[in-house]
């Protein structure tokens, strides 16, 4: 059973640019977050995915924003990319409705703005 | 708004010594807590969650963690530290299991010496 997939793995982009970050959840998992951790931080919650609508969003700018397909992949988008979007992107995903369900994590994208 | 405070950016203990991780939360509603770890270059692991219940929460690798509503505190232990449990250690507060926006501490890394 594979866990929760990510890509690319590691990416480096110029500030301005666009990037895209992928997500596949954990077979079953319906629900799928984004989590932003910055070097020696713990993870900050983005926003989260259910029913391909976004229902819940962190503190974060519009120039964040994201998709969930049909099949409950994810995709983060973040334009005009600063200095301090640099982070390692996590994808969680989960269950919405059971009541004995935990999120799991994927590797990550390690974004680099430069 | 929910909060976590996680006492020690850094922890250091011998082989087979007692591991204590602090975690203290803060909360308007009956919270439901996780720590989970963090081996470099990877995402997050789940260690132990506390719902409902037992207060002595068992995880795996040999971690248990103690709810006290009392003293908001929700410290993690282990009685014998080895040396693969050097890693980054995050406690985390979610308001409910079934939304799973996870409020993460700012971690506390563990280094074991021989």
């Known amino acids: 059973d594979a866990g929760v997939t990510q890509s690319p793995t590691h990416l480096i982009k110029t500030r301005g640019q666009q990037v895209t970050l992928r997500c596949s959840p954990k077979s079953g998992h319906d629900t799928v977050s984004w989590y932003q951790q910055a070097l020696g931080q713990g993870p900050q919650f983005i926003f989260q995915?259910?029913?391909?609508?976004?229902?819940q969003r962190g503190n974060f700018p519009d120039r964040f924003s994201g998709h969930q397909f049909p099949n409950y992949s994810s995709e983060l988008n973040v334009n005009a990319l600063l200095l301090g979007d640099s982070a390692l992107y996590l994808c969680?995903?989960?269950?919405?409705?059971?009541?004995?369900?935990?999120?799991?994590f994927g590797q990550g994208t390690r974004l680099t703005v430069v | 708004a929910q909060s976590v405070t996680q006492l020690g950016s850094h922890v250091s203990v011998s082989e087979g010594a007692l591991v204590l991780l602090r975690c203290n939360y803060s909360s308007s509603v009956p919270p439901y807590l996780f720590w989970y770890v963090q081996y470099p270059n990877q995402g997050l692991q789940l260690l132990l969650k506390y719902t409902t219940g037992a207060t002595l929460v068992k995880g795996i690798n040999g971690f248990e963690a103690e709810f006290k509503k009392s003293e908001t505190s929700f410290h993690l232990t282990k009685p014998s530290a080895h040396m693969s449990d050097a890693a980054e250690y995050f406690c985390a507060v979610s308001e409910g299991i079934g939304f799973q926006k996870l409020v993460f501490g700012t971690g506390t890394r563990l280094l074991v010496s021989p």
């Open positions: 995915y259910y029913e391909e609508e976004e229902r």
């Open positions: 969680a995903s989960s269950l919405t409705g059971g009541q004995n369900t935990e999120a799991f």
